[in-house]
C-alpha cells in the first residue's frame, strides 16, 4: 500500500474540507528484528520508571487467578475469559504506554497520573474499549457454543479441556476452534497493534487509530507476526505458570508496544 497519496486517502476517511489540517500518520517499515529491539526497550523502561508498571501487572495476574474461580462454577466461560484476556490486553495496559511517553517526554515517572491518562482522549479509547468488549463477548458465547459441541464430557476437568486442545483425540474441536479463534485474534490483532498508544498519544480518532494499525500490519506482515507470537508465548506461559509470572511480562509487553507504535507509526507533524 502506498503511502505517497495521503490526501486522497484524507478525503475518504476524514473529510478534510471539514477538518483541515488532518492527515492520516505515515506508516514505517522495520526488519523482522524489530519485536526483539522493543522488548529490549521495554526492559529498560520497566527499570527507569521504578518497575512502576509491576502496579498494572498485578492487575493482569488477579485477573488471571479470576479465571480459575470462575472455572470452578462456570467451566464454559473459561476458554472464553481467556481468549478475552488477551483481547483486552492492549486497553489494560494504557498505563504502562503512560509510564513509557513520560520518560519519552523527559517527565518524572508518575503511576498515579496514569490512572486517569485515557481522560486526555477520553471518546476514542472508550469507543475502542466498548469495541473490544463487544469482540470479547462475542467470543466468549461461540467458546461456548464450540465446547457444548464437541466436548465429549458434561463437566470436563481442565485437565481434559487442555487434553482435547493439544491431543488429537478431538482433532475436529482443535481445528474449529483454534480456526475461529485465529480470525478472532487476527482481527484483534491487526486493529490493535498501535491504536491504543496512538490515541493516548495524540488527537486521533478511533477510527483513524484502526486504519493506521490495519496498515501497520499490512506494511510489515512478518515482523507483526513475530510480535504477535512473542506475546502470546510471554503471556501464555505466565499463565500456564500459576499466574505470577505476569506481574513482570505484562507490563514488559505494554512498554514494548509503545515502542511498537514509536517505529512503526511517523510522528505527529502537527504536534
Request: proline letters at 5%; hydrophobic letters at 55%; charged letters at 15%.
Amino acid at each position: 500500500m502506498s503511502e505517497t497519496p495521503i490526501n486522497n486517502e484524507q478525503a475518504q476517511v476524514d473529510a478534510p474540507e471539514t477538518q483541515p489540517g488532518i492527515q492520516l500518520p505515515g506508516v514505517r517499515r522495520v526488519g523482522n528484528a524489530a519485536p526483539f529491539r522493543w522488548l529490549s526497550h521495554a526492559w529498560r523502561d520497566l527499570v527507569a520508571t521504578g518497575f512502576r508498571g509491576v502496579f498494572y501487572g498485578g492487575v493482569f495476574t488477579l485477573m488471571g487467578l479470576l479465571i480459575t474461580v470462575v472455572y470452578a462454577t462456570q467451566w464454559q466461560l473459561t476458554m472464553g475469559l481467556t481468549a478475552g484476556f488477551f483481547l483486552m490486553g492492549p486497553f489494560l495496559c494504557v498505563g504502562v504506554y503512560e509510564l513509557s511517553r513520560q520518560l519519552e517526554a523527559g517527565e518524572r515517572p508518575d503511576l498515579f497520573s496514569t490512572l486517569s491518562c485515557w481522560r486526555r482522549n477520553l471518546g476514542g479509547i472508550a469507543f475502542f474499549a466498548a469495541m473490544l468488549t463487544f469482540l470479547m463477548i462475542v467470543w466468549a458465547r461461540v467458546s461456548v457454543v464450540l465446547f457444548a459441541l464437541f466436548s465429549t464430557t458434561d463437566f470436563p476437568t481442565m485437565q481434559s479441556i487442555l487434553k482435547q486442545i493439544i491431543s488429537l483425540e478431538n482433532v475436529e474441536f482443535v481445528l474449529v476452534w483454534g480456526g475461529v479463534g485465529f480470525v478472532f485474534a487476527s482481527i484483534v490483532f491487526a486493529i490493535s497493534v498501535v491504536s491504543i498508544p496512538m490515541l493516548l498519544d495524540r488527537r486521533a480518532d478511533t477510527m483513524m487509530s484502526i486504519f493506521t494499525s490495519v496498515r501497520a500490519l499490512y506494511e510489515n506482515m512478518l515482523p507483526m507476526y513475530i510480535w504477535a507470537a512473542l506475546i502470546v508465548l510471554f503471556i501464555g506461559l505466565s499463565l500456564l505458570l500459576s499466574m505470577w509470572p505476569l506481574v513482570m511480562t505484562a507490563p514488559l509487553i505494554g512498554h514494548a508496544t509503545w515502542h511498537a507504535y514509536r517505529d512503526l507509526v511517523e510522528p505527529d507533524k502537527n504536534s
